[in-house]
C-alpha cells in the first residue's frame, strides 16, 4: 500500500474535527458536482446511442417528453430491423458488463442499496463508467429500461470512491453512497427534492435513514444545478397545471387506480424476478442472453414501438386528451403489460439499464387505460386524463419501492404539478396495501435494525459511542509483506496465534493473513521462498480508527472473523477482537459511561457517567476527587436535579456526571467510576502484548 499523501491526512483529520452540517455540505457538494456531471454524461451518451441504433440504423425517431425536444409518436422506417437491432445493442452491452465489471449487470439502484448496507467503501472505481457505457447502448438500442438505475449507480460510485479516498468511518461511508445514489436519481429526473429524500427513504421498505437527510438535500440540489445548466432545467413532462382536484368525490376513482396499481406493481415484481430466475438458471453464456432477450423485445417492438427505449414520449402523449384519443384503446390497455414483459427480458437477463423509469410508464399508461374505460361512462371523471397519469405513476412505483414520499416528489417535480398530491396519498396507500411486503428493490431492508450498519448500535446503543482506537490493542506480531511464507507459518505457531497484520516495506498495512489459509497452499509454494505480497490475496476486513465499535463489530460478523487490523491514515495502530470490542462494552455498561458529541478536535470529549457505589468518588467532594489533571467536571445531576459542582459538594453513588476529557485520560476516568469492589476477571487474549515484533 502507498502511503497515503499528508495533504490527504490533513483534509481526512479536517473533516473529523468539524461538525455533522458543516462535514456534510463540503462533502455533499462534490458528490452532487459529481453526480451531476455523471447523469449529463450519461443522457448525453443515451442520446447518442439512441440517434445511431434507433435514427441511422433503423429510421427510427423515439417519442420524447415535453421537456427533451417533444417528438411526437411515429413508427420505424425499417422495421424489420428492430429485432437485430435490440439483440445488437445486447450483445454489446453484456460483453462490456461481463468483460469489466459483472456487478453491472442489471437495475443498478438495486445495487447501490447493496453496497449501502454490505459494502458502502467496496463499490469499483470502474463500474460507474461500466454501467453508463452498458445502460446507454442498452437502452439507446431499444432495450426497455430506465435511465435511473445507472445514475444512482454513478452517483453511489463516487459516494464509495470518495469514502475510501478521504478514509471516512462506516457511518459516514454509508451517507456518502446514500447521498450519491440520490443525487444521480434526482438529477437525471430533474427532481432534486425528490431525489433527496429518496436517498433516505430507499434503502429500507419501513423506515428511513434521518442521517441522510441532509447530506441528500445538499447533493441532489447540487446534482440538479449541474445537470440543470448542462442540459435544461425544464420539468421533464412540462407543467401539467391542467391537473387539479377539486371534486372529492373523485376521490373513488383514485381509490380504484391505488387498487389496480398494487395488483399491476406485485404482476410487475412477481414477472421481473421470474425472469431474473430463469435466465440465472440458464446455462448459456451470461453475454448472450441480453442479446437473446433483446431480439423477443424487438420483435415486441414492430408491434407495439411503445415498449422500446424509455417510454417517456408515450407517458406524455397520455398526459393529453387529445393525443391521448388518437392513439388506439387496445393499445393502451396493453402497453403497460407489455412493458412489464419487455422490461423483464432487457433488465431480467442481464441488460443493463433501470426500472423506475418503466415503472413510471406502466403506471402512467394504466392511470391512462381508466381514465379510457372511466370518462365516457362515470360522472365527475375529471375532463383531461393528467390526473389519472399523474396518480397512477405516482401508485404504482411508489408502492412496490417501498419509498412513497420520495416518488410523489420527484413525480410532482417531473410533472410540474403539486397539486395532485393528497389523491395520490390515497392512492398510494392502498398500493402499499395491496403490494405488502414484496418489493422492486431485493436489497431493501426492513428497517434500521435489520441493516448491517445499525444492528448492533440497536441492540447494543452504547457501542455507538465507544472509538475503535479507544480498545484497540498492540498486535503480538506485526508481520512485513517481504517475509516469506515459510518464516509467517513459523512465527505464527510459535506464537500461537491465528493470524497477524500485513504492513508494506514503509510501513502502511496491507491487510492480514491467516495461518489457516497459508497452511492450505501448495507445499511447493511455500517451500520456493515466495513472500506474503505475491502468495496470496490478503485479507481487507480492516477497521477505521474512528469507527465506532458496533460498526467494527458488524465488519468482523459481515466477514466472519474473530479480529481485524486497525488502521489510522493508511498505518497499523492496533488489533481489535470480538472479545475486546464485548469487554470494552461491558465496562462501559458497568459504569454507564457514553461518549455524547466530539468537541474542539478528536482529543476533547464530553462524557456522561454514572458513580458507581464501589467507586473511589464516593464521599469525596469535588474539591478532593482524583479525577485526572485533563478531566473537568460540568454538572453533577442527582434524583433528578442539576448541582453545580462548587469545590465541597460532596459525591454521591448514583450521582451522574458530566464531564469534559481528552482521549488520554479516558481511560483512568473509566477506571476511576468503575467499581472498585467487582473488578472483573478477563483472561489474557492474543493481543495483550507491551510492544508489536516485526517479521
Known amino acids: 500500500m502507498r502511503r497515503r499523501p499528508e495533504w490527504l491526512n490533513a483534509i481526512s483529520h479536517r473533516l473529523r474535527d468539524i461538525s455533522y452540517l458543516r462535514k456534510w455540505v463540503v462533502l455533499g457538494a462534490v458528490i452532487g458536482l459529481i453526480s451531476g456531471l455523471g447523469a449529463a454524461l450519461f443522457f448525453w451518451a443515451l442520446e447518442l446511442s439512441t440517434e445511431f441504433f434507433m435514427g441511422t440504423l433503423v429510421g427510427f425517431t423515439p417519442s420524447s417528453p415535453l421537456g427533451e425536444g417533444g417528438d411526437p409518436i411515429s413508427s420505424p422506417e425499417r422495421w424489420w430491423l428492430l429485432p437485430l437491432v435490440v439483440a445488437l445493442g445486447g450483445l454489446i452491452a453484456g460483453l462490456i458488463v461481463y468483460r469489466f465489471a459483472p456487478e453491472a449487470e442489471g437495475h443498478g439502484t438495486d445495487a447501490a442499496i447493496e453496497a449501502f448496507h454490505h459494502g458502502a467503501r467496496s463499490i469499483r472505481a470502474r463500474v460507474p463508467l461500466v454501467k453508463t457505457i452498458a445502460s446507454a447502448i442498452t437502452i439507446g438500442s431499444g432495450g426497455s429500461g430506465g435511465r435511473e438505475g445507472p445514475t444512482a449507480q454513478i452517483g453511489a460510485g463516487f459516494g464509495s470512491f470518495l469514502a475510501r479516498l478521504l478514509d471516512l468511518d462506516a457511518r459516514d461511508s454509508r451517507i456518502a453512497v446514500a447521498s450519491g445514489m440520490g443525487a444521480g436519481v434526482g438529477a437525471i429526473f ?255 431492508l426492513r428497517g434500521r435494525a435489520d441493516s448491517p450498519g445499525h444492528r448492533f448500535r440497536m441492540a447494543l446503543p452504547l457501542m455507538a459511542s465507544l472509538p475503535a482506537r479507544d480498545t484497540a490493542r498492540s498486535p503480538r506480531l506485526v508481520l512485513s509483506e517481504d517475509a516469506s511464507v515459510e518464516m509467517a507459518i513459523q512465527m505464527l505457531s510459535q506464537h500461537r496465534l491465528p493470524g497477524a497484520p500485513v504492513v508494506s516495506m514503509e510501513g502502511g498495512l496491507r491487510g492480514s493473513i491467516d495461518l489457516v489459509a497459508l497452511q492450505a497452499m501448495p507445499q511447493s509454494d511455500v517451500e520456493s521462498g515466495r513472500t506474503l505480497g505475491h502468495a496470496l490475496r490478503l485479507d481487507q476486513t480492516i477497521i477505521s480508527a474512528d469507527d465506532s465499535l458496533d460498526d467494527a463489530l458488524g465488519l468482523l460478523v459481515d466477514a466472519g472473523r474473530d479480529w481485524g487490523p486497525v488502521e489510522q491514515d493508511g498505518r497499523l495502530i492496533g488489533v481489535l477482537s470480538t472479545r475486546d470490542i464485548l469487554d470494552s462494552y461491558r465496562q462501559a455498561l458497568a459504569g454507564n459511561v457514553r461518549r455524547m458529541r466530539s468537541v474542539g478536535t478528536n482529543r476533547g470529549t464530553i462524557v456522561e457517567a454514572d458513580v458507581a457505589p464501589g467507586s473511589a468518588l464516593v464521599d469525596t467532594t469535588v474539591a478532593t476527587a482524583p479525577f485526572p489533571r485533563e478531566a473537568v467536571l460540568v454538572s453533577i445531576e442527582r434524583n433528578d436535579s442539576i448541582i453545580v459542582p462548587r469545590g465541597d459538594v460532596a459525591i454521591k453513588g448514583g450521582d451522574r456526571l458530566s464531564l469534559f476529557t481528552t482521549t488520554e485520560s479516558r481511560a483512568a476516568l473509566l477506571d476511576l467510576l468503575a467499581d472498585r469492589t467487582a473488578e472483573p476477571d478477563r483472561p489474557p487474549g492474543p493481543g495483550d502484548v507491551d510492544e508489536p515484533q516485526p517479521a
Open 190 to 444: 430533474r427532481a432534486p427534492l425528490g431525489g433527496a429524500v429518496m436517498a433516505a427513504e430507499i434503502p429500507y421498505r419501513d423506515g428511513i435513514e434521518s442521517e441522510a437527510l441532509v447530506p441528500g438535500f445538499v447533493a441532489s440540489i447540487t446534482a440538479f444545478a449541474v445537470f440543470g445548466s448542462l442540459v435544461g432545467f425544464s420539468p421533464i413532462f412540462g407543467e401539467q397545471l391542467q391537473a387539479t382536484f377539486t371534486d372529492p368525490i373523485q376521490l373513488v376513482y383514485y381509490a380504484i387506480i391505488g387498487v389496480a396499481a398494487g395488483l399491476t406493481g406485485r404482476l410487475y415484481i412477481h414477472t421481473f424476478y421470474l425472469f431474473h430466475r430463469r435466465f440465472g438458471a440458464w446455462a448459456a453464456p451470461r453475454y448472450l442472453k441480453p442479446a437473446i432477450a433483446g431480439l423477443a423485445v424487438g420483435l415486441m417492438g414492430i408491434a407495439l414501438p411503445g415498449v422500446l427505449g424509455t417510454g417517456y414520449g408515450w407517458v406524455q402523449a397520455s398526459l393529453s386528451r387529445e393525443t391521448l384519443m388518437s392513439i388506439p384503446l387496445g393499445v393502451v390497455l396493453i402497453l403497460p403489460f407489455a412493458r412489464i414483459l419487455a422490461t423483464s427480458l432487457s433488465i431480467g437477463s442481464g441488460g443493463s439499464g433501470g426500472v423506475f423509469g418503466p415503472g413510471m410508464f406502466i403506471g402512467g399508461l394504466l392511470g391512462a387505460g381508466l381514465w379510457l374505460l372511466l370518462e365516457p361512462i362515470a360522472p365527475h371523471v375529471p375532463l383531461e386524463p393528467a390526473a389519472f397519469v399523474i396518480v397512477a405513476m405516482v401508485a404504482l412505483f411508489g408502492s412496490i419501492a417501498h419509498a412513497p414520499l420520495a416518488v410523489m416528489l420527484m413525480v410532482a417535480e417531473m410533472t410540474g404539478n403539486l397539486s395532485m398530491l393528497a389523491p395520490a396519498m390515497l392512492a398510494i396507500g392502498l398500493a402499499t396495501l395491496v403490494v405488502g411486503d414484496r418489493t422492486m428493490y431485493t436489497s431493501q
